[in-house]
């Protein structure tokens, strides 16, 4: 009983290690008698004790690699520091494995190089506005040179550009000499405006003054007119009046004299009376005549 006990915890020491679950994004690489063998992907495997062994475990996802800065020196001799972030993923574990020594120091150590063969094409101001051409050309480039270990460069960052200290302070005062010259001109585009604004609204004022005086004197002058002819419509009335109660001829001729002042509203200085009588009775009678036929 006690061997069955012995072998029973033999064999479940030998199995229980041998069987493998898998998770899912992973993969195991397996070699049986030091070759490679199979790439175990998620779920439940066996391999044969003292026969099989797992050679490496390999995650399957995006994996985010930050260097450091390096030194880098542009076509116009400027050196600078770039630190650069590289996103890669493994398609083929077994390339990964068996590929090449440290992939992760190889990317490292390419990516160095290869930015320095870019920036060392680039002068300093297109190094500074350039990052999506270094950052495509990095990738391309860096994908062609890993896909013989199975590794997929998706993206490649350029993250921090540091020239040196006389450079950046070279590039802070020629900005905020940039800032000034736009605020000067910002400032006179605004008095500019400001001008234009006052004078049109000077203009709009004047107009209106003139387009008021204007409409004051031809209320006046139409009211003088309507005077007027109220005036001489009142007077022809009176004279009217005057010759259904009877009045003899000079009355009406006097009252007509009175009319005429009236109608000339004080403007005129003179008035001639005719050298006789009978003219002024003949002027009477036409004046009255002429109210008449005007009523």
Request: aromatic share 4%; proline share 4%.
């Amino acid at each position: 009983m006690s061997i069955l006990i012995v072998i029973l915890v033999l064999v479940l020491i030998i199995i229980v290690p041998n069987v493998k679950i898998v998770p899912q994004s992973m993969c195991y690489i397996i070699e049986r008698l030091g070759s490679y063998y199979a790439t175990w992907t998620n779920g439940l495997h066996f391999k044969i004790p003292f026969i099989d062994r797992v050679a490496g475990v390999i995650s399957l996802k995006e994996k985010v690699k930050d260097f450091p800065p390096q030194p880098v020196i542009t076509k116009d001799n400027v050196t600078m520091q770039i630190d650069t972030v590289v996103y890669y993923q493994i398609t083929d574990p077994k390339l990964y494995t068996y590929g090449v020594e440290n992939p992760v120091n190889a990317i490292e150590n390419l990516t160095a190089t290869t930015l320095r063969n870019i920036i060392g094409e680039l002068e300093l101001d297109q190094t500074l506005t350039s990052r999506d051409i270094i950052n495509s050309k990095m990738r391309s480039i860096l994908d062609e040179a890993t896909n013989p270990w199975g590794i997929k460069i998706n993206r490649v960052e350029v993250k921090n550009i540091l020239p040196p200290r006389d450079i950046q302070d070279a590039m802070e005062k020629q900005m905020r000499a940039e800032r000034e010259r736009r605020e000067k001109i910002l400032q006179a585009e605004g008095e500019k405006k400001s001008s234009v604004l006052i004078a049109e609204g000077n203009k709009e004022s004047l107009i209106l003054q003139a387009e008021a005086a204007k409409e004051a004197q031809i209320k006046k002058a139409e009211g003088e007119a309507e005077a007027i002819l109220k005036r001489s419509e009142a007077e022809a009335e009176a004279i009217k009046k005057l010759k259904e109660a009877g009045a003899d001829q000079s009355v009406l001729t006097l009252r007509s004299f009175d009319a005429l002042a009236n109608m000339a509203n004080g403007q005129a200085t003179k008035i001639i009376v005719p050298s006789n009588l009978q003219d002024l009775a003949t002027l009477g009678t036409t004046l009255s005549e002429m109210f008449k036929d005007k009523k």
